[in-house]
């Protein structure tokens, strides 16, 4: 069974930074795709970020293209999220997720929420 921990979410201001992790079980690890997905309310569950297990592909949404970096560290079994020139619209709560043997992501974290002051 896989189990993935988010951490790291909180409030900051318009133009702040944060930064969040995943932390995740299983031996291994270093051989999932994994995400962050985000969820403001009212609205639909939406992609951020993903990469890949060997680090070599990354994926961004363009309203975060430039302003959050995703990264991991397979020695840690954790997946980061750097959030800069953070903006009120991305406040939401955030969800990191595995791929493991399936074409979708089939493993979620319960969610931290961000929270961008104005």
């Known amino acids: 069974q896989v189990q993935l921990v988010e951490s790291g979410g909180g409030l900051a201001q318009t133009g702040g930074s944060l930064r969040l992790s995943c932390a995740a079980s299983?031996?291994?690890?270093?051989?999932?795709?994994m995400g962050w997905f985000r969820q403001a309310p009212g609205k639909e569950r939406e992609f951020v970020a993903s990469i890949t297990w060997s680090v070599d592909t990354t994926n961004y949404a363009d309203s975060v293209k430039g302003r959050f970096t995703i990264s991991r560290d397979n020695t840690k079994n954790t997946m980061y999220l750097q959030m800069n020139s953070l903006k009120p619209e991305d406040t939401a709560v955030y969800y990191c997720?595995?791929?493991?043997?399936?074409?979708?992501?089939?493993?979620w974290g319960q969610g931290t929420q961000v929270t961008v002051s104005s």
């Open positions: 299983g031996r291994t690890f270093r051989t999932y795709s």
């Open positions: 997720a595995a791929r493991i043997l399936s074409p979708d992501y089939n493993y």
